[in-house]
């Protein structure tokens, strides 16, 4: 059924220009808001709870600019499929990458930590075009084979490497092709909240998967957040900024504050751009 959809449905839909592609968006948009509100509930629990002294109107009109930029990333997401160099190349822009320049000349990888804000998937897809290093990301096996396929192909096509997790040490202690700039989610919940570190994020108790400290101090790799900004539709810039390149040198939990207070900075600037309608505070103290 998925290869049916895919072929019939998805593929062709990829090859229609955005322009096509938004007013479709636009659709989609009062479909999510007004006649089958996607996860309304969730959505507006996380921001009652992250905005606590904002008024029922400015949650209801970043609420709706979330749905407005979920439409969005629904659509960039099929266009992705069959996405040109020369258009990727176009609709992303790397602001600094420069900054790497000095650790790939050294021959040494770094960690770049991203979150669900703006087009990551875009993101995934361009990024290896416009730095030095191999960009590489961990992901997770789709259950669907051939979606998983799918997704990986899309992906891989400009040189980005995907990395199961059985494959991340290796990739680590072995290295790629080149050096390697390894992406991270900031803003995932840990699959165990007892190996997680603890802190504040959006004014809630929340636990933070401890990965990108794990592997800079490991490693000793330096680590960069990446703030994915969306300059117009469909058009993306990043900034990297240099985190630490002593991670040796940082205390318990320090990496992992860094990159979370980043993610916050960057959420606050402009709230609707992030994936309010994920189940990120699903992890209580206590748990497994």
């Not at 995932?188 to 800079?216: C, H, M």
Request: hydrophobic share 45%; glycine share 4%; proline share 5%.
């Amino acid at each position: 059924m998925s290869r049916l959809f895919y072929y019939l449905f998805l593929k062709p839909i990829s090859y229609l220009p955005l322009w096509v592609l938004y007013p479709v968006a636009d659709v989609i948009y009062l479909l999510l808001v007004y006649v089958v509100p996607y996860r309304k509930e969730v959505v507006y629990t996380n921001l009652k709870n992250s905005f606590p002294k904002k008024t029922k109107a400015e949650l209801k009109y970043i609420a709706r600019g979330f749905y407005r930029y979920l439409a969005d990333l629904m659509v960039e997401t099929i266009w992705n499929f069959s996405l040109t160099e020369k258009e990727a190349r176009k609709r992303l822009v790397v602001q600094n990458p420069e900054v790497l320049m000095p650790y790939y000349q050294a021959g040494k990888d770094v960690i770049v930590v991203v979150g669900h804000y703006n087009s990551w998937e875009f993101l995934l897809v361009a990024f290896n075009l416009m730095v030095p290093h191999r960009g590489a990301v961990i992901y997770t096996k789709l259950t669907d084979k051939f979606l998983d396929k799918v997704f990986k192909t899309f992906r891989e096509k400009f040189g980005m490497k995907l990395l199961a997790k059985t494959e991340v040490k290796h990739a680590f202690q072995n290295g790629l092709d080149k050096p390697m700039a390894i992406l991270f989610g900031s803003d995932q919940a840990p699959a165990s909240a007892s190996r997680a570190y603890w802190t504040t994020f959006l004014n809630q108790d929340t636990a933070v998967a401890i990965g990108v400290e794990k592997y800079a101090i490991k490693y000793d790799l330096p680590v960069f957040f990446g703030g994915l900004k969306r300059v117009k539709r469909g058009y993306y810039s990043i900034k990297l900024d240099l985190l630490t390149d002593t991670p040796l040198q940082t205390s318990e939990g320090e990496i992992s504050e860094l990159h979370v207070r980043a993610m916050e900075q960057l959420i606050n600037e402009e709230p609707r751009y992030w994936l309010w309608s994920h189940k990120r505070w699903k992890r209580k103290r206590g748990d497994w």
